[in-house]
């Protein structure tokens, strides 16, 4: 009994000294493979995972970062984006985009709870080149009163949220009072059956006309108005400033063009209808703009604009810097986001005009 209590008995398909010997060699040999290919597997997972994390959302990197990258346009739109001023605390900037962006940030404050704030940082650029640097992923978004509603605005992998700023429209100022006259006279020949696409067409026939490269205006001009000439400039400002090509007319939305001819350039004056109203062109809301993929960022926008429209308050925002008079400067002091020192001399050059010559301005 004794000797049978001390024997041991061995498993064949699990002990190893029970199998072969050229059987364990190529057993261990498979084992060692196995092993070294889950070590590459982990160090290729690891590699990408630091190139692009695989698990973490946009909302969850702007609050891993505790920045909020975005992109503003380098020309100024008053009353939306207003031109940089020195103030005690450094360069800072403000306007209605301005305020909205402390609105995203504040939420985002909220949304990620962290201990310290969300902060906003701007990164100024010309206008077209805000797309690319979205495109690109150099930018969480970018506000500078875009149109999200006009043919042609809405690039390839990008996103426009619902308006933020709704019933704007693309309008026109002029400096010389006979330019007024002849639109207006071809709404008298149409005897109250209003077309105003037909009357634009017939008074700017002839005349030269200024838009900003890359905005709604300019693309509405290459759609509809054939027979005149076209001026493409790099900003509103560098439109009113330039004396060759001498410029009739200059496009613009009409939200921007209300503030700066009754504030900046009064020389210029909106056009109007014969009963006075606006001429507007077509309607043209403005909206927030972020990447096609970032699907949680679009939602959290989207409910952040309509808790805003909901609770009245992008009502105000609109009427504090439309309607109200204010100090541009000293709301930059109290209320305006900063701006590196580097990016003024870009944001002070207005840049130049130019004939459309070139087959993407006409």
């Keep these: 009994m004794s000797a049978i209590a001390s024997t041991t008995y061995s498993n064949p398909a699990t002990d190893q000294t029970a199998l072969p ?94 201990p ?60 010389n009072p006979e330019v007024a006259e002849r639109v207006q006279a071809q709404f008298n020949k149409q005897a109250g059956n209003w077309d105003t696409l037909a009357a634009v067409q017939r008074g700017f026939a002839g005349l030269t006309v200024a838009v900003q490269r890359g905005r709604s205006a300019h693309l509405y001009a290459q759609a509809n108005l054939k027979h005149i000439r076209l001026v493409v400039c790099d900003s509103l400002p560098a439109a009113i400033e330039t004396k060759d090509p001498r410029i ?8 921007i063009i209300e503030y700066v001819t009754k504030r900046v350039w009064q020389e210029w004056h909106p056009l109007t209808q014969l009963d006075g109203t606006p001429v507007i062109l077509t309607r043209d809301d403005l909206s927030i703009v972020t990447s096609e993929e970032h699907r949680r960022l679009q939602w959290f926008l989207n409910n952040l604009l309509f808790r805003l429209e909901e609770s009245g308050r992008l009502s105000l925002m609109r009427k504090r810097w439309i309607e109200e008079e204010y100090a541009p400067t000293r709301r930059a002091t ?8 580097t990016q003024v001399p870009d944001h002070y050059d207005q840049g130049r005009c130019h004939l459309a010559e070139h087959p993407e301005d006409q």
């Design 248 to 255: 009739d007319v200059i496009l613009s939305k009409h939200s």
């Design 334 to 341: 109290t209320e305006g986001l900063p701006l590196e020192i």
């Design 21 to 114: 010997r050229s059987r364990r060699r190529w057993s261990n040999v498979f084992l060692g493979f196995v092993l070294l290919l889950l070590q590459g597997c982990g160090l290729l997972y690891d590699t990408v995972t630091m190139v692009h994390p695989l698990t973490r959302d946009e909302l969850s990197a702007i609050c891993a970062r505790g920045r909020l990258r975005i992109g503003i346009s380098v020309e100024p739109f008053r009353p939306f984006i207003f031109p940089a001023v020195y103030t005690d605390e450094g360069v800072r900037v403000t306007g209605l985009d301005i305020e909205l962006i402390r609105e995203v940030a504040d939420a985002l404050t909220a949304h990620c709870g962290g």
């Design 116 to 175: 310290t704030p969300i902060v906003p940082t701007l990164h100024v650029t010309r206008f077209p080149d805000l797309f690319i640097k979205m495109n690109e992923g150099e930018l969480d978004l970018f506000v500078s009163s875009v149109s999200g509603t006009v043919p042609g605005t809405k690039p390839t992998g990008l996103w426009f949220s619902a308006p933020y700023f709704r019933h704007d429209g693309l309008a026109a100022i002029a400096k």
